[in-house]
């Protein structure tokens, strides 16, 4: 039996199962329906009345402890490093988070963090923050299961190998199952890169097709853009003659987009087996409105926020410095939801075209392995893959 | 409010009940989460915009309902691994959902499709559901989900292709013994 008859067999199979009828009554249903709205009226409502009260004791509560190590250390914040009181303090706070998060980290969120640790590192990172002589970036970009946000990865590799054939491997290194991303798009690709002219030549396979929606074709100009733009290349030429891409109709060649401001938010799909930095576009918000977003989840699309809520800050803008500057009641913790906040502002001031970032304000020296004192550096790529076997 | 439950009971209560069935595998529970979303119909009915058929809008209340479901679900049995530090002791706990009795298959064919959906993943298991148990449109579908139409025929696609490979390696395993 070929596949196509056996997929109709499971089709027809799905068709036949049960039709599974419900047995209760429908005023009965009705009945226990209004109970619990009821339920639901009656005990909301006491709560809110002790809300104000607990909340008022926790205040006292949190004063009587907070006050005095004010007192006893008014140089906590910028001393840490020295201050006993502080450290202790410190440890209070990390493990408060710690504890935090653990109640909630499911196992899967756990083996996914695990996942991402390269050996003798505390921190998942999502960014390259420096390139060795002997190495090269080859960029990949892979595409979140409903087609509307493109995810660009790196990949490292030692630069004994031309960069074109590299390009040609990457498709033997994308883990889109485990990654929980949609199929490789370019699957079957080569391409032949001219730095020269700055130019690809992509030669599509015979069965390629964009299909008639817009989506895949935009996710197709966003995923060439991803993966060519950071070496500088702005035109992709199709080795096919009159190539049909569905929506573009019959192109020889295709100018690839700018990789415009963006603002980075977490891909932290529940069955993945890691997360992603991935770019939101919008590119009318300004800088300031770009960090506010990353504030908010987008639930629909597994996007978490990268920007703790609690976290306020207002910004100046130099001319190739941004400056954040946290408000005096924001207190920074140093674990992996901080690294993962300061990775994904510093990729974002990168997208909007700044050099460094400078955060002042800050309630402690290091965040991971960023020095808060002193202006950061944008980082060279996004997304590491480790690729080895 | 009674005559908002009536109108969305005569028309959809069978094939509401039919997804969370086949979403859950439990009576008892099906029967708690239809409650939930008639109640969730009935609390936000009035902010109903009407920009999709009322059928889609019960159904993706209910997809959500079954997702929430879930979570808490995974969520308490974690908090209970967490408690007894059972490491990986703990992997071999299943979910505290009982055995289907509620429902009895006879036919091998279809039981293995039956038990093989819950092999699939979340969208898959809703887009085989909604699309062959249920018999909506791909469109119907596509709206229930918030998935483009190409989205819901590759989910679909995917879906049918794991449900084949578990058959294939079940028949080889079998023709192996």
Aim: aromatic share 10%.
């Amino acid at each position: 039996m070929n596949k196509n008859s056996q997929d109709q067999k499971i089709i027809n199979l799905l068709k036949q199962l049960p039709k599974i009828e419900d047995d209760i009554p429908k005023e009965e249903i009705y009945q226990q329906i209004q109970r619990k709205i009821t339920r639901t009226a009656k005990t909301s409502q006491p709560k809110g009345r002790l809300i104000p009260v607990f909340s008022t004791l926790l205040v006292v509560i949190i004063m009587i402890i907070v006050i005095p190590s004010f007192f006893d250390s008014p140089s906590f914040y910028s001393n840490m490093d020295h201050d006993e009181n502080g450290a202790e303090l410190m440890q209070a706070d990390f493990n408060m988070e710690e504890s935090a998060s653990l109640a909630t980290d499911t196992p899967a969120e756990v083996e996914k963090v695990e996942n991402q640790l390269a050996i003798g590192e505390d921190y998942v990172r999502f960014v390259i923050d420096e390139v060795k002589p002997e190495t090269m970036l080859v960029h990949g970009a892979i595409v979140e299961e409903q087609m509307q946000y493109v995810i660009p990865v790196t990949f490292l590799f030692d630069n004994k190998v031309d960069l074109s054939e590299r390009y040609n491997e990457l498709d033997d290194y994308l883990r889109e199952e485990e990654w929980k991303v949609e199929e490789n798009i370019l699957q079957g690709a080569t391409f032949d890169i001219n730095l020269m002219t700055n130019e690809v030549f992509l030669d599509l396979p015979e069965n390629f097709s964009l299909g008639d929606g817009s989506a895949r074709a935009y996710v197709f100009s966003d995923v060439l853009a991803m993966m060519f733009r950071p070496l500088g290349i702005e035109k992709v030429i199709f080795q096919q003659d009159d190539l049909d891409l569905g929506p573009y109709g019959e192109l020889d060649e295709l100018s690839l987009p700018e990789l415009g401001p963006v603002n980075y938010k977490l891909y932290n799909h529940p069955e993945a087996n890691r997360s992603f930095l991935t770019p939101v576009k919008q590119p009318d918000l300004s800088i300031e409105e770009a960090l506010l977003n990353m504030k908010i989840e987008d639930n629909d699309y597994y996007l978490n926020h990268t920007i703790p809520a609690d976290v306020d800050f207002t910004i100046q803008s130099g001319v190739q410095s941004l400056i954040i500057e946290f408000s005096e009641d924001t207190f920074l913790i140093n674990n992996q939801q901080y690294v993962t906040m300061i990775e994904s502002i510093l990729m974002t001031a990168k997208s909007y075209h700044y050099e460094t970032v400078i955060f002042e304000n800050p309630t402690i020296d290091r965040i991971g392995p960023y020095e808060l004192h002193g202006p950061l550096p944008v980082p060279v790529a996004i997304n590491p893959i480790d690729h080895l076997p | 409010m009674k005559d908002v439950f009536e109108r969305f009971y005569d028309n959809y209560h069978h094939d509401l009940y039919r997804y969370i069935f086949y979403m859950v595998k439990n009576k008892q529970l099906t029967e708690d989460l239809v409650q939930e979303v008639y109640i969730r119909v009935l609390q936000s009915y009035q902010s109903f915009r009407k920009e999709s058929s009322e059928k889609t809008w019960l159904f993706s209340i209910a997809r959500h309902v079954t997702i929430d479901f879930f979570r808490k679900q995974n969520r308490r049995r974690n908090r209970i691994l967490d408690y007894f530090d059972w490491g990986t002791k703990g992997e071999s706990i299943q979910d505290p959902l009982p055995e289907p009795e509620d429902i009895v298959i006879k036919d091998e064919a279809l039981r293995e499709v039956y038990d093989y959906l819950d092999v699939c993943s979340e969208d898959q298991k809703n887009v085989l559901i909604l699309r062959f148990i249920q018999s909506f449109s791909i469109k119907e579908t596509a709206e229930i989900l918030n998935m483009s139409i190409s989205k819901v025929k590759t989910t679909q696609h995917r879906g049918i292709k794991k449900i084949r490979k578990l058959i294939e390696e079940k028949q080889k395993g079998g023709d192996a013994s």
